[in-house]
């Protein structure tokens, strides 16, 4: 949208709420309509930071109790890393595992296969995460982490709701046009065949 418009559009808006005897009621409705809307997509801003807010406060609960069942242990790898390769439609994506060896919460060795990094070497240590039966799972979110799903939440929820807004006014100007255009050529044709007469 270029500067002409916007202003074109500014001036319909206040003509259409301002006390012009050529403004039609649909004029008027379809201006506060689109007033309505612009208060609306005004509003989306803090909105979006509420629910994003929301968002961390739950996340951060969800992984307080997901930190206090499980704890970090330092593995001993045991075996060679095995490379995994998948491949996709569009890209291929390599993973590594191998063997693993650690001290439980009993003092008992434990044993398993886990993801390992690249560079991973026999006898090398890779920290795991484990839970209260020392299985192994994954970490909890980190405060990092969080902060970019919350982020991401409030992001996602400006973008639609700003979209949903300016496709809502879109139509309502549209229709408004259409409906007043549609009138317009119902009177003039009251109107032309009393021009020609004269």
């Known amino acids: 949208m270029d ?5 074109a559009d500014v001036r319909w808006l206040a003509h259409a709420l ?3 005897p050529l403004r039609r009621g649909l004029d008027r409705v379809a201006a ?10 005004v509003l989306m801003v803090p909105a979006a930071i509420a629910a994003g807010n929301a968002n961390y406060a739950e996340a951060a609960r969800e992984a307080a109790v997901a930190a206090s069942t499980r704890r970090p242990v330092e593995a001993v790898v045991t075996s060679a890393p095995v490379v995994h390769v998948i491949s ?9 595992s191998a063997e693993v060896s650690w ?3 009993d003092g008992r060795a434990h044993v398993n296969v886990a993801a390992v ?21 994954v970490a909890p979110p ?21 979209l949903l807004c300016a496709g809502l006014i879109w139509c309502v100007r549209g229709i408004a046009d259409a409906c007043a255009e ?17």
């Open 32 to 41: 506060f309509a689109i007033l309505v809307l612009l208060g609306a997509a």
């Open 142 to 162: 980190s405060e990092a982490q969080l902060r970019a799903s919350a982020g991401a939440v409030a992001f996602e929820i400006v973008v639609a709701g700003e």
């Open 88 to 96: 996709g439609a569009e890209h291929e994506s390599t993973s590594y």
């Open 117 to 137: 990094p690249a560079k991973t070497v026999l006898g090398g240590k890779v920290r795991l995460w484990v839970d209260t039966a020392d299985r192994i799972t």
């Open 182 to 198: 549609r009138a317009w050529n119902r009177e003039w044709e009251i109107v032309e065949p009393k021009w020609l007469e004269h």
């Open 3 to 7: 500067g002409n418009s916007l202003r």
């Open 103 to 105: 001290t439980g919460t």
């Open 18 to 20: 301002g006390r012009n």
